[in-house]
Each structure stands twice: as C-alpha cells, then as structure tokens.
C-alpha cells in the first residue's frame, strides 16, 4: 500500500503528525511525505527511524520526498509503544515557551499545545500558574486546544490567586480556578510533571 502526505507549507510540527497519523493508518507499505524545507525532511526523518522504519530521502525541484517503508512481518522488532502519561502533569507558568524571542515563544507554546492535542495518551492535568493563565483566558490563542484536550478528560486547573493579580478571574474560558493547595496536590500525586 502506498500514502502520500503532501506537508508542503505545514509549520512545525504538523508534518511529524500527519506522517505519524499516515504511518498509525496502514498496517505495512510505503508513506511519501512531500515537504518543502530541510527541517521538516530531518523531522520526518527523524520520525521514522525512532519507529525503526526505513527511510530514503529525494528532493525533486527544492521538495523533499521523504520515503518511509513500512514493513510489518512476523518476528520483525516493532517500535517500543510510547510510556503511559496518565500520570503526567503539566505546569505551564508563562503564556510563551522557552527564552529569547517573546514572538517566537509565542508560535512555540501554539505549536506546543497543537502536538498535545494529537499525541496520546493525554497527561492528567495541566496547571497554569504566573502568566500561564493568560492562555486560558479570553483572548488566548490556545483555547480551542486546551478545550480540546478538557473534552478528552485533561484536567485543567488556572490558579485563582494568578487569575485575581492580572484581572482576569471573568476572563476564564476554560477549566476551573484552583488554588495552591490543589496545585501541589495534584503535582504531588503525579509520577512525572513537566515544567513550561
């Protein structure tokens, strides 16, 4: 079976998810994704020799064409299933990801809460603390995702003293206010807990 993805003009991440939605679709056979940056072509890439797939790269007129062959025969090594992070946490204290660039911190954070979107299983809740909770309040960008990810059983949880000190307790546009006490709760409670 053959399957093209054409992630031309995709920003990252979504070639790496379309491919790996592409590759989740067939049981064996070959997946093209087309893209049109060297970045993207070492992302893919990189992709699929995480899963233990071949992969042979062209670039035909400035596109890549990334080449991933799976096979799927019996006593083959298949790739290791991702750890369950049900027990995850995630706490977001600022509504950009990383230093340096406020502007680039922002595409960061969208992108970022785009992937948690496509990548299961979910964490069991996010906190947002600091300038974390502009992001769930009105006028953020990530709403929909975050929205998302609540539909899925993704406790979310804004700190209610974070919310008073920006003014934006009637801004909330999704989940509950929290306080401190459920925050470390929850943090306590969780095997793994990332820190944004």
């Not at 797939?53 to 990334?66: C, M, P």
């Not at 006028?139 to 609540?150: A, C, P, Y």
């Not at 206010?177 to 095997?191: C, G, L, P, R």
Request: aromatic share 6%.
């Amino acid at each position: 079976m053959k399957h093209e993805v054409d992630a031309r003009g995709m920003q990252c991440p979504k070639p790496v998810i379309e491919t790996k939605k592409a590759i989740e679709t067939i049981g064996q056979g070959t997946i093209t994704t087309i893209v049109d940056n060297e970045i993207a072509k070492e992302n893919v890439s990189k992709l699929a020799k995480s899963l233990n797939y071949d992969v042979d790269v062209k670039e035909i007129n400035g596109d890549y064409y990334v080449n991933i062959n799976k096979e799927v025969l019996e006593n083959d090594f298949m790739p290791k299933s991702r750890a369950s992070t049900k027990d995850l946490v995630i706490v977001i204290g600022k509504d950009s990801m990383g230093d340096g660039s406020e502007e680039l911190g922002k595409v960061l954070i969208k992108g970022y809460f785009y992937t948690l979107t496509e990548l299961k299983p979910y964490p069991k809740a996010i906190l947002f603390i600091n300038g974390g909770v502009r992001l769930t309040t009105e006028g953020s960008e990530v709403i929909d995702h975050i929205r998302t990810l609540e539909s899925e059983g993704v406790e979310i949880l804004s700190c209610g003293t974070c919310l008073d000190y920006f003014n934006l307790k009637n801004k909330l546009m999704v989940g509950g206010v929290s306080n401190m006490y459920t925050i470390v709760e929850t943090m306590n409670e969780a095997k793994n807990t990332i820190r944004i």
